[in-house]
Nanobody
Framework: EVQLVESGGKLVQPGGSLRLSCAAS????????MTWVRRAPGKGLEWVSV????????KYRDSVKGRFTISRDNAKNTLYLQMNSLKPEDTAVYYC?????????????????????????WGQGTQVTVSS
């Protein structure tokens, strides 16, 4: 079955860390770029980070640069998002999404990485809540 399954979300205090995982199955994972996207309560989709199929190229939204790290293990068919120094404004449901290409394009403005039209497969999401 072709699917993406996220895990790792939970309640964490401000300043804390979490690592999200996205397990892929049913396709050749390393052939496709992947994105982490989030949706905060009452807001629209917001892209977080994107990585190419080989893992050598990444991009982050400004608000998470220096705090979040995207990575992938193609041997394990898994995408990761390491989140450090978490803030209440990081509270959201986090989704992984699959591109239909190995390399992500350069998109300006970068907010358009959240456009669902780029992606052909989504996970069900995992809830991250940052609160004291």
């Amino acid at each position: 079955e072709v699917q993406l399954v996220e895990s790792g979300g939970k309640l964490v205090q401000p300043g804390g860390s979490l690592r999200l995982s996205c397990a892929a199955s049913g396709f050749t994972f390393g052939n496709y770029a992947m994105t982490w996207v989030r949706r905060a309560p009452g807001k629209g989709l917001e892209w977080v980070s994107v990585i190419n199929g080989g893992g050598g190229s990444t991009k982050y939204r400004d608000s998470v640069k220096g705090r979040f790290t995207i990575s992938r293990d193609n041997a394990k068919n898994t995408l990761y998002l390491q989140m450090n120094s978490l803030k209440p404004e990081d509270t959201a449901v986090y989704y992984c999404a699959k591109w239909n290409r190995e390399s992500y394009p350069e998109i300006k403005p970068d907010e358009h990485y959240a456009n669902s039209a780029w992606y052909d497969l989504w996970g069900q999401g995992t809830q991250v809540t940052v609160s004291s």
